[in-house]
């Protein structure tokens, strides 16, 4: 009786959403901005919370198999394709996408926006690459239920001697498994309305020197156009994505990381200016103040890197 009663209100809640998030894309159509805000907002939640249900699934039943390595590749290829179809949201490499498959492992970075990330990462993911995250999401049902199960490196921010051990254990796993780390640099959302990048936390670069491996830059567009929190803007949309050349790090030391961090930062800033005209998307408004050259950026101050 119980059962049946959960699975009654469990019908009628989604019957609820999906005919509020139908009601919602009929109201955009008729040239209501918020209304395409909220529909898109409610269907990404949905398409999120089922591709992890999927990714909780395939991981309890390649882990045993051992192939509970490429279960962050396969969740997010479904969530590509999910939100692709539900929202007409999509991320699109542009160049360098041969670089995401040459070098493994590698510990792959990108710059941080917004939420929208999450599908910007189910673009570019190749097989065999985990992300980190902070400790708190593994408390998330569902969500951090999958991470937890198909490898995620949990990283705790506010304990700097945590951090530095997780990332030492997590470069003992890349070599040993081959396993890919994706990491942004930044460690917190942007959501510019421009080509910028925040300060980069120095914790990916320590990484990725102390596995010997290279770093692979990949910058996404400003996509500002496609979606604004703070304007209520929720459009589809093409983003164009750029994968930058491999960055190895074999002969360098821990002396090496702050130039190793600036340099790294200043080629991705580039990418990111010269993506800002794309034909693809949305074109980002650069402000009307000149852009700053690129060896003069200044870095907005961020918390203490680990």
């Known amino acids: 009786m119980a059962m049946h009663g959960l699975s009654t209100l469990l019908v009628r809640f989604l019957t609820l959403y999906l005919g509020l998030s139908t009601s919602l894309f009929a109201l955009s159509a008729m040239g209501l ?15 999120l919370v089922v ?11 390649l882990r045993p198999l051992k192939r509970h390595r490429i279960v962050q590749y396969l969740t997010a290829r479904s969530f590509k394709y999910s939100m692709r ?10 160049s360098g996408k041969e670089y995401l498959s040459t070098s493994r492992p590698c510990v792959i970075i990108g710059n941080h926006q917004s939420e929208l990330d999450v599908l910007f ?3 570019i993911f190749p097989p065999y690459t985990s992300v980190t ?3 708190s999401l593994k408390l998330i049902p569902f969500l951090g239920w999958f991470m937890a199960l198909s490898g995620t490196v949990f990283i705790d921010r506010g304990n700097r001697a945590d951090a530095l051990k997780a990332f030492q254990g997590a470069a003992e796993e890349m070599r040993r498994e081959k396993q890919n780390v994706f990491i942004f640099p930044e460690g917190t959302r942007s959501y510019a309305n421009g080509p910028e990048l925040g300060a980069f936390k120095k914790g990916a670069f320590h990484l990725a020197v102390q596995a010997g491996v290279e770093i692979v830059p990949v910058v996404a567009a400003n996509y500002a156009g496609v979606l604004n929190v703070g304007k209520r803007r929720f459009r589809a ?47 980002a408004r650069i402000h009307a103040q000149p852009v700053t050259p ?7 101050p961020r918390p203490a890197q680990c």
């Open 33 to 47: 901005p918020a209304a395409s805000f909220y529909a898109r907002l409610l269907t990404s939640y949905a398409a």
């Open 51 to 61: 591709c992890a249900c999927y990714g909780v699934f395939i991981a309890l039943l």
């Open 85 to 94: 179809l539900a929202t007409g949201v999509s991320f699109e490499i542009v």
């Open 121 to 123: 990462l189910g673009t």
């Open 133 to 135: 995250a902070k400790s």
């Open 237 to 283: 949309g093409r983003i164009p994505v750029q994968v930058l050349p491999p960055i190895p790090t074999k002969s360098l030391t821990v002396d090496d990381v702050e130039e190793l961090t600036r340099t790294t930062r200043e080629a991705m800033l580039a990418a990111l200016i010269s993506l800002a005209g794309s034909p693809l998307g949305q074109k």
């Open 294 to 300: 690129i060896h003069a950026t200044p870095c907005v």
